[in-house]
């Protein structure tokens, strides 16, 4: 995606861009036939995302100021407005590279939060952001460059329309959404590895085999919009928001963009463009000045431009990579799946661990597809990013293990014994496998850590208060760079006051609701609000439209209008609820919500989201605020 591409492309220019993408693949299987791929040389390198946050922990859309700050190359956009990434430089495998890596990894996170102060912001390292709601996810926070509006427009074309989500948990979330921002809920330390063309196949195989026991131990993303879903939310969101598929196409086996894979390769690196090639059509094009054949005749490296770009819109767990260093062409596996945070040591800690344990599989295991299925691998990532660490694992010859015991008693061995080969600096590994074994054997995940937190600050609080809680937190323990084993419980003082919690009706409005069919008795509404203690009930249709509001107020007149009991208990909602009542949205500000509270002289706002009901608003949700503003008026 660092190629800038049009919005939009006429029939023929995507001919045009196809015939060229299929010219190199074509160019890329003689790349590889000449034996061009790199090979005796391993690097390893890493990408870095992270969110951008203001002083209420919220997303802070502010990237394109902070990076005209940092006016700096390994700093880039990515979909979102309050999301950078950082690149960080390949190096050799050997001396004190991962040390140098986290040092480069924490200067580049002190400078782009240098630069976000300057904007009144702050950077936080977390898969999903605690505070996101789906009103950030709006096209004015989409990053106002070409490649991205171009990017929302192809997946509408290519969709059935609205993206949808229905991911459950704990809680269940379902949604839709009207453009491609969901993805930008996301973000992920994601890892690079180089091999040679001939170890290419087992090396992905092995990569795939062991990221499921290996993100167990790594999830940091149960939350999104205050529901609590999977221990790896990323997994199951990454996947929906970009998935092209219309529901009325169950009956045909067809591939999400953003999937885990088929089956196990054979042969090389080409299979897996092949088969990509095969199953997706092309979503972005752009205009290609490079023959590679022309190119390869004069003794040159094709940069293979369209096949860099189709990649990227194709979202593999562990993506295969073409690049050029040096003028060599190479070739690398990237891991994808692994969370951003809980801190810096803790993604070096995953880091490290990856890499040893592809390198140590790869080598203890040459026949590892004969002896575990490719469907056992697959299973192990969905059960990972379900469960974390309470997941089970199948492994070799059918042997089944939980996450914690395949760590600790096989994989953490293996990671060891793969990079003892390499001149690494005494100690240099083992104190990074040593952050994450204390993780594993800790049970403390940032999801598990999040979970725990949240659950300790249930009683207290708005849920905006506790999820900003949670945010802070995060951010208080980056920068002491503890590992996530070691960290204490979020406390609500952190959320930085109520103030900051109650800006917008989203922050706080009830979502849990009751409500009713207008043809429903009346008996039976004034029982529902006996039952659960409320004094307003919605009134619904069958599609979730609210057509009328009803109040305790509304039920004691028609009590005593006269009315015998008889003729009371066969009267229909519809006769006594009010039929247009005065709604708002999410995101409407607190002030005007209570303002139009006073003015139309109503005690409760029911809040509607494409005509659809979300949530309400009363009286009793203002109490908070009330207390504290006494308590800041008397104490003054």
């Known amino acids: ?79 979102a407005r309050f999301n950078l990434e950082a690149n960080l430089s390949p190096r050799l495998l050997g001396g004190t590279c991962f040390t140098d890596m986290h040092q480069e990894l924490d200067e580049y996170v002190a400078r782009v939060s240098a630069a976000a102060r300057r904007q009144g912001c702050e950077v936080v390292l977390t898969g999903i952001l605690p505070t996101l709601s789906k009103s950030d996810l709006s096209l004015a926070n989409i990053t106002p460059r070409a490649r991205y509006h171009a990017l929302n427009q192809a997946m509408h074309a290519a969709g059935p329309g609205a993206f949808r989500l229905r991911i459950r948990g704990t809680d269940e979330l379902i949604i839709q959404h009207d453009s491609v921002m969901l993805e930008a809920c996301n973000t992920s330390a994601q890892i690079h590895l180089q091999v040679s063309a001939e170890e290419f196949a087992h090396f992905y195989n092995v990569a795939q085999a062991v990221i499921g026991p290996i993100l167990a131990a790594c999830v940091n993303s149960p939350l999104l919009f205050g529901r609590r879903l999977w221990a790896e939310t990323r997994i199951a969101l990454f996947q929906q928001s970009l998935d092209t598929r219309g529901s009325d196409l169950h009956m045909r086996e067809m591939s999400p963009r953003v999937r885990f894979g088929g089956n196990w390769i054979r042969r090389s690196v080409v299979e897996l463009f092949q088969e990509d090639i095969a199953a997706f059509r092309v979503l972005l094009a752009s205009a290609v000045d490079e023959d590679p054949f022309a190119v390869l005749e004069s003794g040159g490296v094709p940069k293979l431009q369209a096949l860099q770009l189709f990649n990227g819109t194709v979202y593999r767990w562990n993506r295969p990579c073409y690049g050029i260093s040096n003028g060599k062409p190479h070739l690398r596996i990237e891991c994808r799946a692994l969370p951003s945070g809980p801190s810096t040591i803790d993604e070096m800690a995953n880091l490290v661990m990856w890499i040893g344990a592809v390198l140590g599989v790869a080598k203890r295991y040459p026949d590892l597809t004969g002896r575990l299925e490719f469907d056992d691998a697959k299973s192990n990532f969905l059960a990972a990013s379900r469960l974390g660490l309470r997941s089970g694992m199948a492994w070799m010859d059918g042997e089944t293990r939980p996450s914690d015991r395949l760590l600790l008693d096989t994989l953490l061995p293996l990671a060891r014994e793969g990079l003892a080969p390499y001149p690494l600096a005494d100690g240099e590994a083992e104190r990074y496998l040593d952050v994450f074994e204390a993780r594993v054997k800790a049970r403390t995940t940032g999801s598990a850590w999040m979970l725990r937190s949240l659950a300790n600050l249930k009683q207290v609080g708005s849920r905006g208060e506790r999820l900003a809680a949670l945010t802070s937190a995060t951010v208080r323990q980056q920068k002491a760079q503890l590992p996530v084993a070691e960290w204490e419980a979020a406390q609500l003082h952190e959320a930085g006051g109520w103030k900051h919690n109650y800006v917008r009706v989203e922050q706080y409005m009830s979502t849990a609701l009751t409500t009713v069919n207008q043809d429903e008795l009346v008996e039976m509404v004034a029982y529902l609000m006996h039952v659960r203690g409320i004094r307003h009930l919605l009134i619904e249709d069958n599609e979730h439209k609210l057509v009328g509001i009803v109040s305790y107020r509304s039920i004691l007149r028609l009590m005593s209008a006269g009315r015998t009991r008889d003729e009371v208990e066969n009267v229909p909602v519809s006769e006594v609820m009010e039929r247009e009542p005065v709604t708002i949205t999410p995101e409407t500000p607190t002030l005007e919500a209570i303002r139009l509270m006073r003015d139309r002289q109503v005690s409760a706002l029911p809040v509607v989201k494409n005509e659809q009901l979300v949530g309400l608003v009363s009286e009793t949700d203002f109490m908070p605020m009330a207390y504290n503003l006494l308590e800041d008026a008397l104490g003054a």
């Not at 660092?2 to 190199?24: C, N, Q, W, Y």
């Not at 791929?37 to 969110?51: C, D, K, M, T």
């Open 1 to 79: 995606m660092g190629i800038d591409v049009m919005p939009t492309r006429s029939p023929e220019e995507m001919r045009v861009f196809t015939r060229a993408l299929l010219r190199d693949l074509q160019a890329l299987e003689r790349v590889l036939a000449d034996g061009m791929i790199e090979s005796g040389v391993r690097r390893v390198g890493a990408e870095q995302e992270l969110f951008l946050v203001d002083e209420a922990w919220r997303p802070a859309p502010v990237a394109v100021e902070v990076l005209e700050d940092l006016n700096d190359t390994p700093f880039t956009t990515e979909l």
